[in-house]
């Protein structure tokens, strides 16, 4: 009774292991894209053996297994123990890679397609929220400023140039000719103008432009021309000219592009030109715009009625009224006198201003914390500049622009003193 039980358990495990096996071939044959037939002729055998083997009804000998595992490119464990080596996965991966290379390569051109329809949209889509930001760069001994910007998206387009002046010259000035241009084929082409000696700012809309039409910006980017026409008290005209080259600092219309990080001085120049109007109102100074366009004349009323000393309205947001400050919940900006000093702290901007006025001389004192320097300017009753330098905060060095810059460490002391009480305070 014990011997029957023993030759069952023995013919199951066969049956399973036989099982196994007729399993294993139909599924390498199949893997491989063999029909039985194929299959047969290969290890020259019938097709009827290959379906007794799958079917389990007969077990090859020794050498069709050997003939089998050529052919199906597998090792002879992987078929009778089905235990896998490296060189049959290795044969596996070869044989996947076979069926991709095949696939791409029956369908090579709808791959193309796709891959070149893809890189199109990405491009279209970020050419169509595009931004660009160039710096303006002076070349001249005689003319100069401290800041200009050109900046262009889908919707609008903007160039400005601050605070302008003429150098180097020993006469009385009467009369003011300002032009802006740029060269087109050759040709001279107006697009600012003004008989005064004042921050050039030119805003228009995109699809509506009066100056900045394409050809006139393919233009600037090779080369942007300011021109001063002097004439002094005995009627004679003095000419200077100005060379100013446009340096890209940013753009995202491209499908691949440098990455910024946030709070550099990219990221606050676009926020200071998504919000013109704010900054130019910290700054104390009313731009105009040659031939500008109606949609913007209530934008200029507007700065034109607003300077730095607007009573902000006070908000129960202002954090730093324990410092005596008021805060302008509009333009996010706090403002307090300290004796002569009018300071005017702008977070968005990262930016602290201070200004003083003693003995008819204004001082000028603008922090920008992220660019880490401070710009220094000393005013005549007049306007004229007498004292521009710049400091680096971190190097601690003086870069001296006009007249004699020593002995003005007590104005950078006394802004850093302020705007660390406020950094301390948020």
């Given at each position: 009774?014990?011997?029957?039980?023993?030759?069952?358990?023995?013919?199951?495990?066969?049956?399973?292991?036989?099982?196994?096996?007729?399993?294993?071939?139909?599924?390498?044959?199949?893997?491989?894209n063999l029909?039985?037939?194929?299959?047969?002729?290969?290890?020259?055998?019938?097709?009827?053996?290959?379906?007794?083997?799958?079917?389990?009804?007969?077990?090859?000998?020794?050498?069709?297994?050997?003939?089998?595992?050529?052919?199906?490119?597998?090792?002879?464990?992987?078929?009778?123990?089905?235990?896998?080596?490296?060189?049959?996965?290795?044969?596996?991966?070869?044989?996947?890679?076979?069926?991709?290379?095949?696939?791409?390569?029956?369908?090579?051109?709808?791959?193309?397609?796709?891959?070149?329809?893809?890189?199109?949209?990405?491009?279209?889509?970020?050419?169509?929220?595009?931004?660009?930001?160039?710096?303006?760069?002076?070349?001249?001994?005689?003319?100069?400023?401290?800041?200009?910007?050109?900046?262009?998206?889908?919707?609008?387009?903007?160039?400005?140039?601050?605070?302008?002046?003429?150098?180097?010259?020993?006469?009385?000035?009467?009369?003011?000719?300002?032009?802006?241009?740029?060269?087109?084929?050759?040709?001279?082409?107006?697009?600012?103008?003004?008989?005064?000696?004042?921050?050039?700012?030119?805003?228009?809309?995109?699809?509506?432009?009066?100056?900045?039409?394409?050809?006139?910006?393919?233009?600037?980017?090779?080369?942007?021309?300011?021109?001063?026409?002097?004439?002094?008290?005995?009627?004679?005209?003095?000419?200077?000219?100005?060379?100013?080259?446009?340096?890209?600092?940013?753009?995202?219309?491209?499908?691949?592009?440098?990455?910024?990080?946030?709070?550099?001085?990219?990221?606050?120049?676009?926020?200071?030109?998504?919000?013109?109007?704010?900054?130019?109102?910290?700054?104390?100074?009313?731009?105009?715009?040659?031939?500008?366009?109606?949609?913007?004349?209530?934008?200029?009323?507007?700065?034109?009625?607003?300077?730095?000393?607007?009573?902000?309205?006070?908000?129960?947001?202002?954090?730093?009224?324990?410092?005596?400050?008021?805060?302008?919940?509009?333009?996010?900006?706090?403002?307090?006198?300290?004796?002569?000093?009018?300071?005017?702290?702008?977070?968005?901007?990262?930016?602290?201003?201070?200004?003083?006025?003693?003995?008819?001389?204004?001082?000028?004192?603008?922090?920008?914390?992220?660019?880490?320097?401070?710009?220094?300017?000393?005013?005549?009753?007049?306007?004229n500049n007498?004292?521009?330098?710049?400091?680096?905060?971190?190097?601690?060095?003086?870069?001296?622009?006009?007249?004699?810059?020593?002995?003005y460490q007590?104005?950078?002391?006394?802004?850093?003193?302020?705007?660390?009480?406020?950094?301390?305070?948020?």
């Amino acid at each position: 009774m014990e011997e029957k039980s023993s030759e069952n358990v023995n013919t199951n495990e066969n049956t399973v292991k036989e099982y196994s096996f007729a399993r294993y071939i139909c599924e390498l044959r199949l893997k491989r894209n063999l029909t039985q037939k194929a299959l047969a002729e290969k290890i020259k055998v019938s097709d009827r053996t290959i379906s007794k083997w799958e079917n389990g009804l007969t077990v090859p000998d020794l050498h069709n297994i050997r003939s089998i595992c050529k052919e199906l490119g597998v090792s002879a464990n992987a078929v009778v123990l089905e235990k896998y080596t490296l060189k049959d996965h290795f044969h596996n991966f070869l044989h996947w890679l076979g069926k991709l290379g095949k696939l791409i390569s029956n369908n090579i051109f709808k791959l193309i397609f796709a891959i070149i329809f893809i890189l199109l949209l990405i491009y279209f889509i970020n050419n169509y929220n595009a931004i660009s930001i160039y710096t303006l760069n002076y070349d001249s001994d005689n003319i100069t400023f401290s800041e200009g910007m050109f900046i262009r998206n889908k919707s609008y387009n903007i160039l400005f140039i601050d605070d302008i002046k003429i150098e180097n010259i020993d006469y009385e000035i009467k009369n003011y000719n300002v032009n802006l241009y740029v060269l087109v084929n050759g040709d001279k082409v107006l697009i600012y103008n003004n008989d005064e000696l004042e921050n050039i700012f030119i805003e228009e809309l995109s699809n509506y432009p009066s100056v900045l039409h394409d050809d006139v910006i393919r233009s600037m980017r090779k080369g942007l021309y300011l021109e001063i026409i002097l004439t002094d008290v005995n009627d004679e005209e003095h000419n200077y000219n100005c060379n100013i080259t446009l340096t890209k600092e940013f753009s995202n219309n491209k499908l691949t592009y440098s990455s910024y990080p946030a709070n550099t001085e990219y990221n606050n120049d676009y926020k200071r030109f998504l919000n013109m109007g704010n900054s130019i109102n910290t700054t104390n100074t009313i731009y105009k715009n040659l031939n500008a366009s109606p949609a913007f004349s209530s934008i200029n009323e507007k700065l034109e009625t607003q300077n730095l000393e607007t009573i902000p309205v006070e908000d129960t947001d202002n954090k730093l009224k324990d410092l005596g400050y008021s805060y302008d919940k509009e333009n996010d900006s706090y403002t307090k006198e300290d004796g002569n000093n009018l300071i005017t702290y702008n977070p968005s901007f990262d930016l602290l201003i201070i200004k003083k006025v003693e003995a008819d001389m204004e001082h000028r004192i603008k922090y920008y914390i992220q660019k880490d320097r401070i710009d220094y300017k000393l005013f005549d009753e007049n306007e004229n500049n007498l004292i521009y330098f710049k400091y680096s905060v971190n190097s601690k060095t003086i870069f001296c622009r006009i007249g004699n810059c020593k002995n003005y460490q007590s104005e950078i002391d006394y802004i850093l003193a302020e705007y660390q009480v406020i950094s301390e305070t948020l």
